[in-house]
Structures are given as C-alpha cells and as structure tokens.
C-alpha cells in the first residue's frame, strides 16, 4: 500500500476499486469530500499520482495498488486496512473491464476463452472477494454498505459491449441480490448501480460511429458523466437509503426504464 498514512483516522473507511481513474476516482473523490478516509484501489500505477493529488486538496485517502482477482493480495489489503483502522464501512466495487477490438465489441463466436475468463474474473470474481473479505468488519461493527457497479448492459442486450460483460454485470446483480439477504440482519446493504454510457476512459475507445448514434437514443440527449454515478454511490452509502438493499438503480438518462 502506498502514502498510507501513519496514524489511524477515525472516520468511516470507504474501499472504492477501480479508482486510478473515471467513475471510481470520480466517487473516491466524493466520499472524501464528505469526510470519509478512503481506499483507492486499482491494478495501475497512476493510482498513486490520483490519490496525490487528492491529498494535496486536503482529502484523506491513500492508494493501494492491487489485483482484484488476486485472493492473497485482495486477504492481504483488508486484513492491513482492519488492523489499522478496525473498520471498513464502505466497499464498492466499481473495478471493470470491457474489451473492444477496433473500437467495437467481439462477437461471441469469435471470443477467446481467455477474454471470457478476464471479464468475469475481473467484473464478478474480484467482487465476490473483496465481499467476502471485508463482510467480517462489516458484521463486527453491525453496519455496511456494499455498491457493485453493473452496468445497463447487464439489465437488457448490449449492442456495444460483449456477451461476457453482460454475463458478468447481470452476475454481479444476481450476486448482489442473494448477499443482501445474507447480510441483512447485521444491518448491510448490497446494491447495483447500472449506469447507461458514461464518458470515461472505457468508452473513449468505442467506435465513433456507434457512440453518435447512441446518443440519439438517450432520452436526455447526453451520456452520464461519472459525477451522475458518483452522486447515486453517495446516496446508497447515506442513512437515506438504509431501507434499500438487493435493489439495482438504474442511471441512464431514460435509455432502459424497466
Ligand atoms: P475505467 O476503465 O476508466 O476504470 C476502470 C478501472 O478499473 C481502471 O482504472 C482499471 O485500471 C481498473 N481495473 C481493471 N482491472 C482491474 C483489476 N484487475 N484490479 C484492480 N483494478 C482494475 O472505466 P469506467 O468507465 O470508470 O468504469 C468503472 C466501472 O463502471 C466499470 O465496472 C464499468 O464496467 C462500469 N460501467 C461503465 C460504463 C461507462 O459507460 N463508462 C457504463 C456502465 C458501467
């Protein structure tokens, strides 16, 4: 873990995956904000240089450079994170990939069981363990709250991501559903985000074709922004949604109502 800080912080500890950058640096950056010490972890370098750069605003975060789909690494993260600040009150695994080939999105005939095998290692596998390692904390205290990010394309067919992103982002709600009911009675909620197309550094590599055209069919005639995310990670994390847990709110300016 790097530029840790040297004393504990007693505030709400919030693990956000997936936070060198795009939606997940856009929700550390809010959870900060609001006063939380947060985790930015991520399988990239520039995980430091953005948890730097939040410090220098003042925030209390640090950076933890990991392999959510290494088990050791991912045991070893929240064991540290326990034994130095005894609580973990916020997890969201926002962690993910979507693999383009010149922009657009294999077809299932012509994917490789190693793309397959990525994809779901990273979008589901990674999120079952950073659950299962952090749930102790979170039953010790009697007080959680878990966001996976899914996708809009894990709610209908997707024309511009993979079958096997739609297969792991309708995975990760499926999990999210089953673990709420698990972890209900110690006060833990698990909840779904599915954004629409959000403009990151994701979907900056899609074809230019297929993103004009999807634009046309967004009912609010934009793509999200991560702050759009960011903000619905914020409200499933606050004492307004503690009623709310196995639900998936979708965030897509009108594109899927349902
Ligand atoms: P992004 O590519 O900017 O960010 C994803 C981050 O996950 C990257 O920093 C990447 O390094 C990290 N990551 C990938 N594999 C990892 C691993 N094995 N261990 C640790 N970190 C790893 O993409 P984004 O658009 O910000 O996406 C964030 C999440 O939102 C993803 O789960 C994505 O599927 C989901 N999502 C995005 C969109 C969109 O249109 N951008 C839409 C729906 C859902």
Redesign the pocket.
Known sequence: MNNAPEKQVGAPVVVV????????LEIATRFAAAGKHVVL????D??RDSAQALQRSGASVEAAQ????DEAAVQALVQELRSRYGRIDILVN?????PKHNGLKLPTEQTSLKEWKAVL???LT?AFLLCRAVIPAMRERRWGRIIN?????GRTGSGAAGAH?SAS?AGLIGFARTLAIEVAGDNITVNCI??????????AVQDENMKRNYITRIPMGR??M?GD?AGTALFLASDDASFITGATIDVNGGTFTG
């Not at 972890?41 to 990239?44: G, S």
């Not at 599915?194 to 979907?203: F, H, I, K, N, Y």
């Open positions: 995956t997936g936070a060198a950058r795009g939606i997940g972890v991520d399988i990239l520039a995980v990991a392999d959510i789909t926002n962690a993910g990939i979507s290692d990273i979008n990674g990010m899914a996708s809009q394309a992103y982002k599915a954004p629409g197309m959000v403009e990151t550094a994701l979907t793509y999200g991560p995310i």
